[in-house]
């Protein structure tokens, strides 16, 4: 009796690497549109095309999804500038950041990442890497400056770093309306001008 059973190719990493991007996707188109509070991982799943379990397998929670969506979103809005000159590498990263961020959506599901990541150590580890990651990249901009010349070998990176995110988060906190691109390059300016100091 011949054997009727049909074989199913085994796609492997591919196949979970494209399930992952159609979740990521779907979770940012439907934060788009209706805000953190207007998302859950049913729809999320649905609008992907995938079961919840799916979902669940790799996040924790509708918080981790989003905030894995806005990292997701980041890496592709603001890449690591390189102008040939810091103060315009700053301005760029400071300003695609700022831009990023003020759009009210993002600003919302920063805001409720941060609130949800204080019950839940997944999330705030998954935060702590998304920040740390962004630190990362304005460290090496402003290194690079070293390199070029731009700025003295002495010049404090962390403390730099530490105050353009400190502004970020204030903001993001306190003046929503404050997250625009000009401000942002009054930041660069001062920072730029610091570092030169």
């Not at 609008?47 to 890496?75: E, F």
């Not at 901009?141 to 400190?166: L, M, N």
């Amino acid at each position: 009796m011949p054997d009727t059973t049909r074989t199913r190719t085994h796609t492997g990493s591919r196949r979970n690497e494209a399930a992952r991007e159609a979740i990521l996707t779907a979770a940012a188109e439907l934060l788009s549109e209706h805000g953190s509070s207007g998302v859950t991982v049913d729809r999320i799943a649905a609008h992907a095309g995938v079961g919840r379990q799916t979902i669940y397998r790799w996040w924790p929670s509708k918080d981790a999804v989003l905030l894995d969506a806005l990292v997701h979103s980041a890496q592709q809005a603001v890449p690591i500038p390189d102008t040939g000159a810091l103060g315009n590498d700053l301005d760029v990263f400071l300003r695609e950041t700022f831009t990023a961020a003020g759009v009210e959506r993002n600003r919302q599901a920063l805001i409720a990442a941060v609130i949800a990541a204080q019950d839940d150590s997944d999330l705030q580890q998954s935060l702590h890497e998304f920040l740390a990651r962004r630190r990362a990249v304005l460290a090496e901009v402003i290194e690079r400056g070293k390199t070029r010349g731009d700025i003295p070998s002495h010049a404090a990176v962390e403390a730099a770093v530490e105050q353009a995110f400190g502004v970020l988060w204030y903001r993001i906190l306190f003046q929503p309306h404050a997250l625009h691109a000009a401000a942002a390059s009054e930041l660069a300016a001062a920072l730029t001008t610091q570092l030169r100091a």
